[in-house]
């Protein structure tokens, strides 16, 4: 199966734009700062002999591209040749010269210019001076290179100001920043970097968007029609605007996307996106082989993403090469290990091409590592590629897989089937030892914990109102199947007063788990049987529900009672306790008691209420009652209104409920 690969259209940051149009006699060139160590101070030395503006400088001015992911999905990264390409296009730039240092210490450059993308690798970075130079026509400079500064030119290549030792004085990065900032154009960077550049910042900040991203813009606020109309204008445009075009399209889900690939892939064969969405228009049409070729082009351009090889180990099987697809998907699986991916696609794949050779080990290893990884639900895909492999021996696998992703009704069909046209296959006594393992299948629940609130303490006794959320482990031998997890409440006569369930998505190899199941409520004071049931397993409990508690109502609505110093009155435990109200009431009544004698030398605290049920009494003077009726009304208003309480303490909560009450 081929793996999917897609990215949400959406505005990532303000970025490079159509040319304004004024006519400029020579742009300047850009030298773009470097990836890997002492990169930047690479780039500012051959940027000083060429006699351009520092990197430093070029890079506050270097937006993204208008998709998420900018250059790293369209090119791999701003620095390779993709990366040079994109950038000297939309810059406005005469060339531009983007490079990167290896672990090895080498350094890989790519120069963009009319003439084409040129690339380079050097083991003495001062060479590429002189390469640049001819490249470029530009009588090189001096050689200077201060690799102490490299992480001071880092910083200011993002902005950061504060920096003292700058290649150029500090009012030039102020100057790029204040017009990417603010649009504010300043004399002292018009010779320094091409106009287009500048130009772009000024009309983005008075909303004047390039098409390419006003359309991103209007896709992802749902404006189908016009980022559908842009799409077609920018069909024909510069490549940044042909790669928005192919995202659009593929968005849209119109047809066109197919079209727009192609040409991507002969405007700009350094593009592995473009090379990417030829192999997905392939695969769409049948066309293994052109998968192939696109993919092969894709990962020699980018040969560490393992998306490539995966669907390249899938462009081989489906050509019937099965050896380069073992290969091909081993390294996939080696990629996304490293990176510490999911890699239960190319796994799938390799234990299917594996199985097809009749190699059970290897067979049985790789699903065995695509099953502990996988996730989500990619066993379906795989069960459906074993099926269309169309191998009646591969009955086998699919009741393998099946099996282990708890699908027992199709596992026996799968095995039973393989044991009727191999019965003397090496695989048939482990078909038969598994067809008696799923005939002894046991599926059990049993109650961890009953809850008030979802995934909360432990909440018995409950009381009359109150939701009981089960907390049940669900266990499976040999393994766990998907299936629906139901709570019912029953009467004493064993009727049933409310049902509720919940969907519950068992991954492969699962014997256990431990969740919540959806709750039912006691409606009234008596006894219940709760019953919980996976299948055709159950477990039982009665459960009696009390007179209601106000520190219980208090817990389920998330209020918090604390005193004026905001530590809590009662913790979680001493709320739910069958004391819990009788505490609550007792604390909040000397927490009220305690504030009294503060309270009497407060005027409007002393003065006599003129409405309401405690008219003619101050609030001073009903701190220092608080008798249980009060503190038992002020509780009971917070439980209808829990706002009354919020985040304050119960003290002023309870000045400003009596405040409410005169009124």
Do not use: C
Request: a neutral charge; hydrophobic letters at 45%; proline letters at 5%.
């Amino acid at each position: 199966m081929t793996r999917g690969f897609w990215v949400l259209l959406l505005w990532s940051a303000l970025a490079w734009g159509q040319a304004s149009g004024q006519a400029v006699p020579v742009q300047p060139g850009l030298v773009l700062p470097f990836a890997g160590p002492g990169g930047h101070a690479l780039a500012q030395a051959v940027a000083g002999g060429l006699g351009v503006a520092p990197p430093s400088l070029a890079a506050i001015l270097l937006p993204d591209m208008p998709w998420q992911g900018s250059y790293n999905l369209a090119a791999g990264s701003l620095f390779t040749a993709g990366g040079a390409r994109l950038a000297w296009e939309i810059s406005g730039a005469s060339w531009v010269l983007v490079g990167q240092v290896d672990p090895q210490g080498w350094l890989r450059v790519f120069l963009a210019d009319t003439r084409g993308i040129r690339s380079a690798r050097f083991s003495r970075p001062e060479l590429v001076l002189y390469w640049a130079a001819r490249q470029t026509g530009v009588s090189p400079g001096a050689w200077r290179l201060e690799t102490a500064r490299n992480d001071e030119l880092a910083r200011l290549a993002q902005g950061d100001l504060t920096v003292q030792n700058t290649p150029l004085p500090l009012p030039y990065y102020r100057a790029a920043v204040a017009l990417r900032d603010n649009g504010v154009a300043s004399l002292l960077i018009t010779e320094q970097l091409p106009r287009e550049l500048q130009d772009f910042w000024s009309q983005v900040r008075q909303n004047k968007l390039p098409l390419a991203y006003q359309a991103l813009v209007d896709f992802s606020e749902r404006r189908r029609t016009e980022a559908l109309n842009a799409a077609r204008k920018l069909a024909g445009g510069k490549v940044y605007e042909r790669l928005a075009a192919l995202l659009l399209f593929r968005g849209l889900e119109d047809r066109q996307w197919g079209a727009v690939a192609r040409q991507l892939t002969e405007l700009a064969p350094e593009m592995p996106l473009a090379w990417e969405e030829l192999s997905f228009v392939a695969f769409d049409q049948n066309n293994p082989a052109l998968a192939q070729e696109a993919l092969e082009r894709a990962a020699a351009l980018l040969p560490e993403k393992n998306l490539y090889w995966t669907n390249l180990g899938w462009a081989y099987y489906l050509l019937g090469d099965y050896a380069r697809s073992i290969r091909a998907s081993q390294r996939s699986l080696k990629l996304e290990a490293q990176s510490r991916q999911e890699y239960a696609v190319p796994a799938y794949n390799l234990g299917l091409v594996r199985a097809l050779y009749s190699d059970f080990l290897g067979a049985r290893e790789a699903y065995n590592l695509a099953l502990r990884v996988d996730e989500g639900e990619e066993f379906k895909a795989a069960l459906k590629d074993l099926q269309e492999a169309s191998a009646p021996r591969l009955a086998f696998w699919q009741g393998y897989l099946a099996e282990r992703a708890g699908l027992w009704e199709q596992a026996l069909g799968h095995y039973q089937s393989f044991l009727q046209n191999h019965p003397r296959s090496p695989l048939a006594a482990w078909a038969q030892r598994a067809i008696r393992q799923m005939a002894g299948a046991k599926t059990s629940v049993s109650l961890q914990h009953l809850m008030l609130r979802a995934d909360d303490l432990e909440a018995r006794p409950f009381t009359a109102g109150e939701a009981v959320f089960p907390q049940v482990k669900i266990e499976g031998v040999p393994y766990l199947a998907s299936g629906t997890l139901v709570t019912r409440l029953l009467d004493a006569q064993g009727q049933v007063l409310q049902s509720a369930s919940k969907a519950v998505a068992v991954r492969p190899l699962t014997t256990g788990l431990v969740l919540t199941g959806a709750a039912v409520r006691l409606p009234d004071e008596g006894t219940y049987t709760l019953e919980v049931l996976y299948g055709a397993a159950s477990t039982r409990l009665s459960l009696t529900a009390h007179k209601p508690s106000l520190a219980r109502q208090l817990y389920r609505a998330g209020v918090e009672l604390r005193n004026l110093g905001n530590a809590p009155l009662l913790s979680s435990a001493q709320m739910l306790s069958p004391q819990g109200e009788a505490l609550a009431i007792r604390q909040v009544q000397a927490a009220l008691q305690a504030a009294a004698p503060r309270a009497r030398q407060i005027p409007s605290l002393s003065r006599k209420l003129t409405g309401g049920p405690y008219s003619g009494q101050s609030i001073a003077e009903l701190l220092e009652k608080a008798d249980e009726a009060l503190v038992r009304a002020f509780l009971e208003a917070v439980v209808r209104q829990p706002e009354l309480i919020g985040d304050n303490d119960v003290v002023n909560s309870f000045v400003g409920w009596l405040q409410g009450t005169e009124r």
